[in-house]
């Protein structure tokens, strides 16, 4: 996993986001901000999942203001 490239869609924006994977801890991660032209043409697509204990309190946003 470390070093891969990923698409994922940003929780504050809305926005697609290119990352690569840096450190991991456990089922946690680092992810530096790329490109889509570094990304290449196959980065893996990662889905984001609220916490549902977050999701109760946010209305499922997830976003805590």
């Known amino acids: 996993m470390h070093g891969e490239t ?3 869609t940003d929780a504050y924006t809305g926005q ?3 990352g690569r994977i840096g ?3 456990c ?3 680092t992810v530096r901000i790329i490109t889509k032209e570094e990304a290449g043409p196959n980065p893996r697509k990662i889905v984001m999942r609220v916490d549902p204990s977050i999701a109760k309190i946010t209305n499922g946003t997830g976003i805590i203001k």
């Open 23 to 25: 450190q991991v801890f």
């Open 6 to 8: 990923i698409v994922f």
């Open 16 to 18: 697609e986001m290119y």
């Open 27 to 29: 089922d946690k991660a």
